[in-house]
């Protein structure tokens, strides 16, 4: 080999290295496709909506029980909170950005109270799983008794929930405009 053909072959070789580790950073930046909820789907959205893990706060940090506007199908009273990934794409006012769209994993919580002081009676949730053959408008909708009993199943399909959550440009979530 002459030095040039030596220059040559190791520069191909370079090349081909350089493409190939290429090809394994992005595999490793990629986390793939989203994990889908199996299974009990009403449960493990039920403990996800209570664990401190997720990183709930509340609707604008404010932690008081709201009346229900007359636009809503739930309780008279209510308080709205957000995991840690959904609250990474609201605004400096709280609120998600009009067109925008919530990350997968997020997910809106509603406790609902029939008097303001009184107990917890049920728990609305909206966990954004796109790729869930469960999910209606890319959420899983589900609502449950206070202590986790099954009300409406996520396996409905949020036949009772995502038409009425349909009349707004926030990505279903109608808290923002309405308060
Ligand atoms: C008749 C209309 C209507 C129906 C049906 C309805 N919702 Fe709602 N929902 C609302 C309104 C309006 C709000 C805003 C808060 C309020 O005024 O009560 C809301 C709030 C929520 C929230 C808090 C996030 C947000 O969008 O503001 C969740 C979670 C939620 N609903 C889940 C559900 C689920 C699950 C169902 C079905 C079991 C359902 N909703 C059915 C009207 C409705």
């Not at 067109?99 to 029939?114: C, H, Q, R, W």
Request: charged fraction near 20%; proline fraction near 3%.
């Amino acid at each position: 080999m002459t030095s040039a053909t030596k220059l040559i072959f190791a520069l191909a070789i370079g090349t081909v290295l350089a493409i190939l580790q290429n090809a394994c950073t992005n595999k490793s930046d990629n986390p793939g496709p989203v994990t889908v909820t199996t299974g009990n789907i009403d449960s493990i959205l039920y403990a996800q909506s209570e664990s401190a893990a997720e990183g709930f706060v509340a609707y604008q940090n404010k932690d008081t029980v709201r009346a229900s506007s007359s636009a809503s199908g739930h309780s008279p009273f209510f308080k709205v909170r957000m995991n840690a990934k959904a609250r990474s794409v609201l605004g400096a006012d709280g609120k998600l950005p009009v067109g925008a769209v919530f990350p997968e994993g997020s997910i809106v919580v509603k406790d609902l109270y029939n008097t303001v002081g009184g107990a917890r009676q049920l728990v609305a949730i909206m966990r954004k799983e796109s790729a869930n053959p469960y999910a209606k408008e890319g959420w899983l909708w589900a609502e449950m008794q206070a202590d986790g009993g099954a009300y409406v199943s996520a396996k409905d399909k949020g036949v009772l929930c995502a038409g009425c959550h349909s009349s707004n440009d926030r990505d279903f979530v109608r808290t923002f405009d309405l308060f």
